[in-house]
């Protein structure tokens, strides 16, 4: 009777669990349909509300393929900076340089390569799409990533030393678990930066050839440059329909298992078990299937299990030799001297292919460009000044309560992932009754977006405030105002600034969707060099297109080295909480 009764419990999970995998199968063989059809560079976009499920399924797909490179090249690129202090001198100024070029500007060089390598099906327009998310994700995590490594408390790095940590080991067993909570948050903040540019990766103009690809980004924009309002709103819900799904299913899961990696502890923050863990436990399917493979993992290893193993044959020794091998001085210099090589070269390839584009821009079109930077500029810093306003009070308010951190974190997941540009013909009407002009109005519609990079990464930090120092502070009689400027603000100091770098990277980006616009039939624009881009690779002009290119990344890499360099530096070195 017993049995019986288990079994019955478990039937929702089982039939839930098949039901979810039977989806991403034919999800899976959908979307690889859609990438071997015949080329079709401006697919038919149905604004029906039949089609809604297939575009958020595939706008789904492309965002995680982009996630999933951008966690590689994260974890590649964020350690070998942080630990080789040569890599680090060129690797921090490409990504600076990399960051600071918005999507537009991968957009012709990409879109002309790919579909010329595969002319003949959609496999070259698909890539284009991931390639320009993933421009949109990769920078803030690899930034968080690096920040964190090089913010490594040294008792830490003490005792990885006093125990033997060999350097794979210490990755994996001190420096990734202490940066986690970072990189769980910038991975959901990054995702939310490919979703913003969504309606730009999947549907775009170059020249006079429209390219589209069936997505939610495609709908929304179909649906704003045909006034369809019904139509709108219904991207608007498929949209946030999406996010809730995939926060049930992979975020809250990912965070709840990333809460053992938390230095501090939060009182009264439990991590309760998210759905998906639930029904992955109580499915019966699963276990028999888990159980099953693990007898026939142990049942393996023990019939090829030698009688009397040869420690010169041993696995475990060859293993260790050929760890031994990469672990030679000479490899990585051999490495590094090779992409130093290699990137020089490309470095004078696109220079000279630059300089050549640059030269034939007249002068009239320099200070077009130039006049456009001081706009851009100013409504960059603007963002960064009303987003820290806001933000920092609110996350160290949350993050030091576990209470009011369990109640608002699923709701800021939810609404930072939704991309703002869906919202802006929402927001301009709503600015517009205010009276509002368009060239504030395009500043606010870029604080949409870049606003939660600064919330996300505060919230990280005031989470790994001493509750320590801040029990003894409230014993001794410290007033509030007193905790703030002496403990909390301090403490959350160094991941404010990677969040302002970040948030202001964003800016930048956002400009070419915020300074250029189609609301209710009309093209908005205002003087910014966000519009200056969009205006050039609409038009198919390189020229202009390069102008404001290299004057973007040159304002860019000088804020970075000189302003944001040093404030960094302060943190780093003088708002250490192990200093």
Known sequence: MQKVQIKYRSLPSDLLILAIIGAVIYALVAFGQEWQAAYNPSVAIDLSPASLPKYAVFSALRGLCAFVISLLFTFVIGYWAAKSTRAEKLIIPVLDILQSIPVLGFLPGLVLALISIFPNTNTGLELVSIIMIFTGQVWNMTFGFYYSLKSLPTDFNEVSQ????NPWRKLWKVEVPFSMMHLVWNSL?????GWFFLSVCEAFTLGDQNYRLPGLGAYMSVAIQQGDSKAMFLGIFAMASLIIIMD?????????????????????LTSPDPLMKNLLRESAILNWFTLYLRRRALRNKLLEAPEEPSPKKSPKNRNWKFLR??????????????????????????????????????????QDVLEGAFYTLIRVLGCVVLGTLWTVPVAIWIGTSGKRLRIAQPIIQIVASFPAPMLY????GLFFSLGIPFSISSMLLMLLGIQWYILFNVLAGAMRIPQELDMAMKTIGSSRTKRWFKLYLPSIFPSLVTGWVTAAGGAWNASIVAEYLT???????TPGLGSLLSQAAFSKSFSLLAASLTVMVSVVVILN???WAKIYFVAQNRYRLDS
Do not use: C, H, N
């Open 561 to 563: 080295r000189s302003l």
């Open 189 to 193: 903040m990054s995702l939310s930066g």
């Open 425 to 428: 013909p929402l927001a301009l």
């Open 325 to 366: 091998f990469f672990q030679q001085a000479w490899l990585p210099k051999i490495i590094s001297g090779s992409f130093l090589v290699l990137t020089l070269l490309i470095m004078v390839l696109g220079v000279s292919r630059l300089a050549a584009l640059l030269v034939t821009v007249g002068p009239q079109a320099w």
């Open 519 to 525: 609301y209710e039939g009309q093209v908005l624009t």
């Open 162 to 165: 006093l125990i033997g940590l």
């Open 248 to 268: 049930m299913l992979i975020w809250r899961p990912i965070l709840a298992w990333a809460y053992q990696f938390r230095t501090e502890d939060v009182p009264g």
